[in-house]
């Protein structure tokens, strides 16, 4: 026992070794860094709690929260159900259902970066613009879409919701195959129709994995930065500017003298609310499920 014991640990090390090299030693860098002030050229000196002092004064931190705060709820209401339908939906088709499952899963597939480039011609707020195009269609008149302050979030979780409705829904379709018909049969013969059977059926039998991805919704949509500094920079008037470009500003944009230390230690600080945040939600879902 003791020397397979032995063995397993041996094959263990290369693994442990990777990952403390290439994970936790970056995290420790990190934890190190935002207590000092540097710049990765000049020497840098030890500044303790002041970086995160800095970024608590920063006027633009609430704002970057509020923010960030908005997109993740806009997302959630409007991209965390949308996969779910669309799942059930082409579970229900009979014909063409390979075609319909690729087209929807297609804006994956397209590099982030290009479908940010393409919804950014398509926002174009001219009346010549694709989306105004299509509302003069339907008598209504062209809109600002990004350079708004007030429809400039909900242009971007549109385009993000587009880009990443695919995904979700190929892991629902999967999980909705795994569904015994016998379910469904049953509930047909006490009566049950269509939306009946979602709610006592489907939903019931895909509350573990729709828990996950909720999970994993909050901590995308909490790190968003793609759409916000390609589509407007932040703006207009810092209505889209979120904690990852913050991030981004303490450490290329000068905000702060140019100080790594300062992007770190909000980062950190984002760490550490997700942190808190899943193990918060893990254990309310668990118990709930213990129940």
């Given at each position: 026992?003791r020397?397979g014991?032995?063995?397993t640990?041996?094959f263990?090390?290369?693994t442990?070794v990777v990952?403390?090299?290439?994970?936790?030693s970056?995290i420790?860098?990190a934890i190190?860094?935002?207590?000092?002030?540097?710049n990765l050229?000049?020497?840098?000196?030890?500044?303790?709690?002041?970086?995160?002092?800095?970024?608590f004064q920063?006027?633009?931190?609430?704002?970057?929260?509020?923010n960030?705060g908005?997109?993740?709820?806009?997302?959630?209401?409007f991209g965390?159900?949308l996969?779910?339908v669309?799942?059930?939906?082409?579970?229900?088709?009979k014909?063409?259902?390979?075609?319909?499952?690729?087209?929807?899963y297609l804006?994956?597939?397209v590099?982030?970066?290009?479908?940010?480039l393409?919804?950014?011609?398509f926002?174009?707020?001219s009346?010549?613009?694709?989306?105004?195009?299509i509302?003069?269609w339907?008598?209504?008149?062209?809109?600002p879409w990004i350079?708004s302050?007030s429809?400039?979030?909900?242009s971007?979780v549109?385009?993000?919701?587009?880009?990443?409705?695919?995904?979700?829904?190929?892991?629902y379709l999967?999980?909705?195959?795994?569904?015994p018909?016998?379910?469904?049969?049953?509930?047909?013969?006490?009566?049950?129709?269509?939306?009946?059977?979602?709610w006592h059926?489907?939903?019931?039998?895909l509350?573990?994995?729709l828990?996950?991805?909720?999970?994993?919704?909050i901590i995308?949509?909490?790190q968003?930065?793609l759409?916000p500094?390609?589509?407007?920079g932040g703006?207009?008037?810092?209505?889209?500017i979120?904690i990852?470009?913050?991030?981004?500003?303490y450490a290329?944009?000068n905000?702060?003298?140019?100080?790594?230390?300062?992007?770190?230690?909000l980062?950190?600080?984002?760490?550490?609310?997700?942190?808190?945040?899943?193990?918060?939600y893990?254990?309310?879902t668990?118990a709930?499920s213990?129940?």
């Amino acid at each position: 026992m003791r020397g397979g014991g032995l063995t397993t640990l041996l094959f263990l090390v290369p693994t442990l070794v990777v990952f403390g090299v290439f994970s936790w030693s970056p995290i420790v860098q990190a934890i190190v860094m935002s207590v000092q002030h540097t710049n990765l050229v000049t020497p840098a000196t030890w500044v303790g709690l002041a970086n995160f002092t800095a970024v608590f004064q920063d006027p633009l931190f609430l704002t970057a929260v509020r923010n960030t705060g908005w997109f993740a709820l806009l997302a959630l209401l409007f991209g965390y159900p949308l996969p779910l339908v669309l799942a059930v939906l082409m579970s229900e088709v009979k014909r063409f259902r390979g075609l319909f499952t690729a087209l929807a899963y297609l804006p994956v597939v397209v590099p982030p970066v290009v479908a940010v480039l393409l919804w950014k011609f398509f926002y174009d707020a001219s009346p010549t613009g694709v989306f105004n195009t299509i509302l003069g269609w339907v008598g209504i008149a062209p809109q600002p879409w990004i350079q708004s302050a007030s429809s400039a979030m909900p242009s971007l979780v549109l385009e993000a919701t587009w880009a990443g409705a695919g995904a979700t829904m190929i892991i629902y379709l999967a999980a909705l195959s795994g569904v015994p018909a016998e379910l469904y049969d049953a509930a047909e013969l006490d009566g049950a129709g269509i939306w009946r059977k979602i709610w006592h059926v489907t939903l019931p039998q895909l509350r573990g994995v729709l828990l996950v991805t909720l999970i994993l919704q909050i901590i995308g949509t909490s790190q968003v930065f793609l759409e916000p500094f390609l589509f407007t920079g932040g703006g207009p008037a810092n209505s889209t500017i979120t904690i990852l470009q913050l991030i981004y500003q303490y450490a290329f944009q000068n905000s702060l003298g140019g100080d790594y230390g300062a992007a770190t230690a909000l980062s950190i600080m984002l760490a550490a609310f997700l942190a808190v945040l899943s193990i918060v939600y893990f254990r309310i879902t668990k118990a709930w499920s213990d129940s």
